[in-house]
């Protein structure tokens, strides 16, 4: 039985978006971007102690249309497991909560990963295979863990990095283990020729746009970020 005076669960993968979706109602908890890590803190989660489970923060855009900025609430998450679909009155409750947040708000799949997904082919490839619109390497995790314990599951993603955009490759180890940016390691992968002046500054923005957007988000759904508290 879902205990309604629970907290709402928030997974996410950075330490900027786990500070950003906690709050009043809300616990928040995150892994730096490593799924099998992700993984060990949920399942250390006995009983899960929370009456609802959403997916918060950025993704890379797989539907090309979407651009930094553009919001994705999740209709189902794709994986190597299959889908699992996302409660779809949660769904239905945050899509008009964030009506008019974005430049674009749409319902939509997404991909979930274990491996980041930074080159413009890969992206191609999984939207094709998944048909989702955007990806990231929580969402399927957070998915999985609310399925176990019979807990409505959601998602708010947010595009950083559209479709037919890279990302460099230190960008797969620039976070330190609890999700903070690893500043030693940006240093070095641009002082051996791995990063790029032009790639660092595109980056920046594109995560400016995300983070202003999810930053709009998160004050539009509020205490419990917007889900309703089950009636006893």
Same mark, same amino acid.
């Given at each position: ?77 794709v994986s ?28 939509a799949d ?57 990302l460099p ?12 940016? $690893?500043?030693? *390691?940006? /240093?070095? @992968?641009?002082? %051996?020729? +791995? &990063? #790029? !002046? =032009? ?6 923005? $594109?995560?400016? *746009?995300? /983070?202003? @957007?999810?930053? %709009?988000? +998160? &004050? #539009? !759904? =509020? ?10």
């Amino acid at each position: 039985m879902i205990d309604p005076a629970a907290p709402v669960l928030a997974v996410t993968g950075l330490a900027r978006e786990r500070r950003m979706a906690a709050g009043e109602g809300v616990e928040a908890v995150g892994a730096g971007g490593n799924p099998h890590r992700l993984r060990q803190i949920l399942e250390a989660r006995v009983p899960p102690a929370c009456r609802a489970v959403i997916s918060f923060g950025i993704a890379g855009g797989l539907d090309p249309s979407l651009k930094p900025g553009d919001v994705v609430v999740g209709t189902g998450v794709v994986s190597e497991e299959g889908r699992r679909a996302a409660d779809l009155d949660l769904s239905a409750t945050l899509l008009n909560l964030l009506s008019g947040v974005g430049p674009r708000v749409i319902p939509a799949d997404l991909a979930g990963v274990d491996t980041a997904v930074l080159a413009v082919d890969g992206k191609t490839d999984l939207r094709t295979t998944t048909g989702a619109a955007a990806v990231d390497m929580e969402s399927h995790v957070a998915a999985s863990f609310a399925g176990r314990h019979g807990l409505p599951f959601a998602a708010v993603r947010v595009i950083c990095d559209p479709a037919d955009q890279a990302l460099p490759a230190f960008a797969a180890s620039a976070l330190t283990p609890d999700g903070e940016p $690893d500043i030693a *390691a940006v /240093f070095f @992968a641009f002082a %051996r020729g +791995r &990063a #790029r !002046l =032009g790639d660092l500054m595109r980056l920046a923005r $594109d995560s400016n *746009a995300a /983070f202003a @957007a999810l930053g %709009r988000c +998160r &004050a #539009r !759904l =509020g205490p419990g970020l917007g889900i309703p508290v089950p009636e006893c």
